[in-house]
């Protein structure tokens, strides 16, 4: 039985999942959170500053624990930060707990949306849109592993992608 109480949104970094979480959230009356952000809040500092401070390592410590607060809760959208499924753990978790979405956009498109943005630690490196394509290719198989509804999420709005969300989940979750 799928908890649709508690919706969790997985993804590559860049593919919608803070944007349209937000929107889902507001107009399924639940409460939004994100894991970066509660990282964030807690510690006092950016996701670059713990990085730099604790190595991947420590950060990802930080997102489990994180993880398995939040998805205790109900009533609850929960945004993940990018590689969320990389450990076995927080899949388990996520999936057990949760009805998961994977917004599915290819690495062309994500490159487009964070080729700007330096807040992102993994992405600082000589070849930034290799490393996207690296990070999709291995991380893929893994996002389609915990999620009980994909979406296509290349094309259309973020207000488009919520309603097709939106559409799966009644689905999802009419029984
Ligand atoms: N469907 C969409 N169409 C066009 N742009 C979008 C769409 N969804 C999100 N964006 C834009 O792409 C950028 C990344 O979106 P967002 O921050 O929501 O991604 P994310 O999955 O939360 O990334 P991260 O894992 O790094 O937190 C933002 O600038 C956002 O406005
Ligand atoms: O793709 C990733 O591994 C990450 C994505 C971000 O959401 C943050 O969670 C952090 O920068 C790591
Ligand atoms: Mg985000």
Redesign the pocket.
């Known amino acids: 039985m799928i908890n649709c109480r508690c919706i969790v ?1 997985v ?11 937000r929107e889902l959230a507001k107009r399924l009356g639940l409460r939004f959170a ?1 894991s ?1 952000h509660e990282i964030e809040a807690r510690t006092g500092v950016k996701i670059p500053t713990i990085f730099e401070i604790e190595g991947e390592d420590g950060f990802r410590k930080r997102e489990t624990q994180t993880l398995d607060e939040l998805t205790t809760e109900s009533d609850l959208v929960l ?1 993940t ?2 590689g969320a499924v990389i450990n076995p753990l927080n899949r388990t978790l996520l999936s057990e707990r949760c009805a998961v979405v994977y ?1 599915n956009v290819p690495p062309h498109i994500l490159w487009e ?2 080729r700007h ?1 330096r ?2 630690p993994l992405l600082q490196v000589p070849d930034p849109k290799g490393r996207l394509q690296q990070l999709y290719t291995a991380r893929d198989p893994l996002y389609r592993e915990v999620a009980h509804i994909i979406v296509e ?1 290349g094309r ?3 207000h ?2 919520v309603r097709m969300v939106e559409k799966e989940l009644q689905v999802l979750c009419a029984h």
Request: proline share 7%; net charge neutral.
């Open positions: 949104l993804g590559m970094p860049g593919s919608g999942k803070t944007t349209v979480g994100d970066d945004a930060g990018g917004l949306r964070t943005d807040s992102r999420g259309g709005t973020p488009a992608m």
